[in-house]
């Protein structure tokens, strides 16, 4: 069994920074790439970043320049820095992860930005 455990969310006023956490636990044995996707009330869920092995990234392009994505590969974790958030970003972010070709998420986390 492999869990994914997101943490972080919150309500941040717009201009606002937050940092997602999410741990993954279990029977792992090789991490193709871990990430964060976003689904905001009435929209699809959608790729905000990923980090693949060897470092290369993924950005959304409507979080390019604002969001940081980064990895521990010794704890198995994967991190998301949002800075100058907006209320456009107001979301459930998830974490997820690949290995062997399958697609691990996490529960959710809400974020929440106030205008």
């Known amino acids: 069994q492999v869990q994914l455990v997101e943490s972080g969310g919150g309500l941040v006023q717009a201009g606002g920074s937050l940092r997602l956490s999410c741990v993954a636990s279990g029977s792992i044995f090789s991490i193709n790439s871990m990430g964060w996707y976003r689904q905001a009330p009435g929209k699809q869920r959608e790729l905000v970043a990923a980090?693949?092995?060897?470092?290369?990234?993924n950005y959304a392009d409507s979080v390019k320049g604002r969001f940081t994505i980064s990895r521990d590969n010794k704890q198995n974790a994967v991190y998301l820095q949002m800075n100058s958030l907006k209320p456009e970003d107001t979301a459930v972010y998830y974490c997820t992860m690949r290995s062997f070709g399958r697609d691990y998420w996490g529960q959710g986390t809400q974020v929440t930005v106030s205008s």
């Open positions: 980090m693949f092995t060897g470092g290369s990234t």
